[in-house]
């Protein structure tokens, strides 16, 4: 640390606000918000972190900057603010949430309805809806919106004497041509609005009330249009589900799911006590960054909502960011309204919960599913990637992985899973009873004993060479495998046999006779397929000591 470092360090008061570390080359690295700034900067630089990432990041800062807030929750908005400026690379940065579109309804004399990306929301442009993560089921809606509601379609008139064919077809009032006047045009963009703010209830009143001044004025086939408007928005609220009989509850109810390397969020959307619609986000991250990733999305979601903010949000991953009062002040701020937080813990809030997190288990499935999908299709590439990072000397085209299970030294057994160009290969696969440390915990020796098994039978019939051997475990784990393997006189390297183990807690890399680990992009695939394969063998061990047990279980009853 740098003397200038240190003495700014010694400046920091004991306030609400941001800070900003800079590297040698004077790009900021980090932004953070604090409630009391003096205590979460002298955090970083005065105790051991657990996570290598901010171990390295420390190492990186060579300035500090910060900004005094009159509240956290002011802190909390520029924090935002400034990780959108300037990007910084050890914040976390949703990559993809430019890809969602949204309904733009026009600032015109006569307004249109469009769709369009996250960055072009320009607010010159008119009123925003959205996001949609489903863009079959928006282009959909649009439809719908466009049959329920006659809009203008054109951005200048196509004739000057007559209205287009839009018209003729009853698909649009030709504005252009004086067929409506602008406080009837602005009464549909009105209803437009309610429709996409969830407030169906409302629009369908208006409309009943609408078909009726036409009846009573004689204006029948404007009466009859209103009539076939609401059977159409009738029947499709008798298609969302009712979640609360008789009431008008808004709320969000959000789920998350990690496994293998894929956070899947759910938001299912109730609006006047109905499911409106589900929203499904899948990203790619670090187990270590789940909660940090979820707070990113929540607040991201949030600031860029445009489609009305619920009344209440309940999710249990919000107990895990905490701060929940700092949380609704802010949305109080960015909504203009009160919105509550809930955990979910009880009654109908919890099933609701439990509802989410079915639907995020299948977006998560799905997701893994396309994942490997796309290795399969593409190991040619993954493959070399992974060699040339973890300096293999042979291609990759069949893995091993190993794993213990046990519970306290007992019924102790192991798991070798195999992947043959990047896809499992359950015939292959092994199971084996540790014996060397019954009644003992020793996971060294388990493996040790596990690796002398199987390598001895190197060569035999449907015991293939691997080309790569994945241990669970960190470089204590491998350097122990190492022993047996070079004891055993095992060709190491080309032609041979490439080991390489896997840590959990950050996914590190550690090559054998080598100290330091390697780090590979969180969202590449040959991260995800390797973590796939550790979790695997992983599932495979558990299951099989389960079946152990139970025969244990069975066997001390008879």
Known sequence: MNETLKETIKLVPDQPGCYLY???????????????????????????HDSVKTTVLVSQIEKLEYIITDSEVEALILESHLIKKH?????????????????????????????????????????????????GAMYATLDFLKKLFPLKQCKTPKFSNRPCLYYHIGKCLAPCQGKVTPEEYQKL??????????????????????????????????????????LDLQKTLERQKVVYENTKLNEDIIAVLYEDGILAIVIMMIREGRLIDKKDFTYFVDNIDKTEYFETFFRDYYTGLKLGFPDKIVSKELEEIGDKSLYEDWLKII?????????????????????????????????????????????????????????LSNFPNRIECYDISHIQGTNTVASMVVFQNGLPKKTAYRKFKVRSTEGKPDDFLSMKEVLSRRL???????????????????????????????????????????????????????????????????????????QRIRDEAHRFAI????????????????
């Open 543 to 558: 299951t099989f000591h389960r079946e152990r047990r139970s025969k244990s279980a069975v066997g001390k009853k008879d």
């Open 456 to 530: 001895a039978r190197l060569g035999e019939p449907k015991w293939e060479k691997p080309d790569l051997i994945i241990i669970d475990g960190g470089k204590g784990q491998l350097s122990s495998v190492m022993q047996i393997v070079e004891g055993m006189g095992i060709k190491v390297g080309k032609d041979g046999i490439d080991f390489v183990s896997l840590a959990k807690r950050e996914e590190e890399v550690f090559l054998p006779h080598q100290s330091e680990s390697i780090l590979l992009p969180r969202d590449s695939n040959a991260l995800y397929l390797i």
């Open 87 to 135: 990007k910084p690379r050890y914040n976390v940065l949703l990559k993809d949430d430019k890809k969602y579109p949204y309904f733009l309804i026009t600032d015109e004399d006569f307004p249109r309805i469009q769709v369009v990306r996250k960055k072009n929301l320009n607010p010159d442009k008119g009123r925003f809806y959205g996001p949609y993560t489903d863009v």
């Open 22 to 48: 800079y590297d040698k080359e004077g790009e900021i690295i980090y932004v953070g918000k604090a409630k009391n700034l003096k205590r979460r900067v002298y955090s970083y630089f005065h105790k051991q």
């Open 189 to 230: 963009i009105h209803q437009v609005e309610l429709f996409l703010s969830g407030k169906q209830t409302e629009l369908l009143k208006q409309i009943q009330e609408q078909m009726q001044k036409y009846a009573d004025s004689e204006q029948f086939e404007k009466a009859a249009k209103m009539r076939d408007s609401y």
């Open 335 to 391: 909504s203009g309204k009160k919105v509550t937080i809930n955990y979910a813990k009880t009654g109908k809030y919890r099933e609701l919960a439990e509802l989410a997190i079915k639907n995020a288990g299948n977006l998560l499935e799905t997701a893994k599913l396309k994942k490997m999908a796309q290795i399969r299709d593409d190991f040619n590439e993954v493959g070399s990637y992974l060699a040339e990072k973890l300096h």
